[in-house]
């Protein structure tokens, strides 16, 4: 039996980046004898085991066959007889078919060194195509390396685009097509995720709402950039900067889908476009089956964006009423979620604009601290209850409201 180290633990170090995991693959050894050492079996497609002490994965050297449309329509072989070469060869990008060995000489059959020099994501054989996850996996890989000056191969390119032009996208589960998102939006850069999706064909399958936007139009003075596709990818850019919330950056990703269904005759405004958004943000996270959380914080920030850069100039019961739909009381967090997306908007444009601060959202913040400041118990003791309570906290927090803006106002 011999056991090598393999995959993202080689790619990273090599990379100089932290290893936070590790992986192993096992040649000349069966499930039995695998059992007889300790290892538990965890694998349902194929023989994968949790190390007795470690809890770290140790899969049996396998092959695969195509047997079926989809990401899991395969026929896995697992046998002693199955080399290490063979087991690397099944791999998607060269930089993740490299082995090391117990001591410590690398095995690289297929390039990886190279390529990681070279700074290639790369397919390891033409096999990659029968994979169509392996679109969404070179895109999330983009978003994560992109920083070190990552591109995907041509060749890669091209097999990516066969891949979206035929069926198999169509055939990835929601689970999976989300999970890649999510990881590719904790990424560093994010709006690679989308920009290699769209080179290769594969936006439009998967996220037709968000393809759609690019060639769209808009006001050259509010956005220099004009085409709503690149404002996105500027906004992107922003929040990566901003936060590392993948739920921030969703947001962020889908609070303009309403632009791309703006009437031709109004163009380039787009009046409207915060509700012409909501059923388009509603049918994304329910067709990729997106978490509670990700999707009441994308409806909000779709739905009032533009309240939020304009907060200044709106009357006091807008505000109140803002601020009841952000549920500043009972959700904090959900304030500097939405003020940090709405920044990336603001900031998500071309020229000087993006530099600008974001004095909305400083200003929302401080008024919130001043509202949240006050107490019910006053009232309670005046004996105020239901609805006479409720009405006298709004009255009190429109007078606080309206002292925010007499006091900032000119600042």
């Known amino acids: 039996m011999e056991i090598y180290l393999v995959g993202g633990a080689i790619r990273d170090r090599l990379l100089g980046l932290p290893v936070t995991e590790r992986d192993w693959v096992v040649v000349g050894s069966t499930p039995e004898a ?3 050492r300790g290892f ?3 694998g349902r497609d194929f023989p994968v085991f949790l190390h007795p002490e470690t ?6 050297a396998r092959t695969e066959r195509k047997t079926g449309p989809g990401h899991g329509g395969f026929a896995f072989h697992a046998a002693p007889e199955v080399t290490l070469e063979a087991d690397l060869r099944r791999r998607d990008l060269t930089i993740n078919a490299i082995a090391e060995a117990p001591d410590g000489t690398l095995i690289d059959p297929y390039g990886g060194r190279r390529d990681l020099e070279r700074r290639l994501l790369r397919h390891v054989s033409g096999a990659f195509v029968e994979d169509p996850l392996r679109v969404l996996r070179v895109a999330r890989f983009a978003a994560r390396f992109q920083p070190q000056g990552f591109q995907v191969a041509p060749e890669t390119r091209e097999l990516m685009a066969q891949i979206a032009a035929g069926d198999e996208l169509r055939q990835l589960s929601a689970e999976r097509i989300w999970t890649e998102t999510q990881r590719a939006l904790a990424a560093a850069a994010p709006r690679a995720f989308v920009s290699v999706l769209r080179d290769c064909g594969a936006l439009r399958v998967l996220f037709p709402e968000i393809d759609a936007l690019f060639g769209v139009p808009q006001r050259a003075d509010y956005h220099p950039e004009v085409d709503t596709g690149v404002h996105l990818l500027l906004a992107l850019d922003r929040a990566a900067e901003l936060t590392p919330e993948p739920l921030i950056r969703f947001a962020v990703l889908v609070h303009d889908l309403g632009k791309a269904v703006t009437p031709a ?3 380039p405004r787009h009046i409207g476009h915060e509700r012409a958004g909501l059923p388009l943000v509603e049918e994304v996270c329910a067709r990729l089956r997106v978490p509670g959380e990700y999707r009441r914080l994308a409806l909000l920030v779709t739905r009032l964006h533009l309240q939020c850069h304009k907060a200044r100039e709106l009357r006091p019961d807008t505000l109140l009423q803002l601020f009841r739909d952000l549920d500043i009381y009972r959700r904090p967090q959900t304030l500097e979620h939405f003020l940090l997306a709405c920044e990336a908007d603001a900031r998500g444009r071309g020229g000087t604009l993006g ?7 400083d200003w929302l913040r401080a008024l919130a601290a001043r509202l949240r400041a006050l107490r019910a118990q006053p009232h309670l003791e005046a004996g105020l209850q239901g609805a006479e309570l409720a009405a006298a906290l709004d009255t009190e ?7 925010h803006q007499r006091e900032t106002r000119g600042a």
């Not at 809890?55 to 049996?60: N, P, S, T, V, W």
């Not at 927090?397 to 002292?403: D, F, G, L, W």
């Open 55 to 60: 809890g770290e994965e140790y899969a049996l």
């Open 34 to 36: 695998m059992r007889a």
């Open 265 to 267: 005759e109004i163009l």
């Open 397 to 403: 927090r429109r007078a606080v409201i309206a002292a």
């Open 355 to 361: 530099a600008r601060r974001y004095a909305a959202g």
């Open 40 to 42: 538990r079996a965890v």
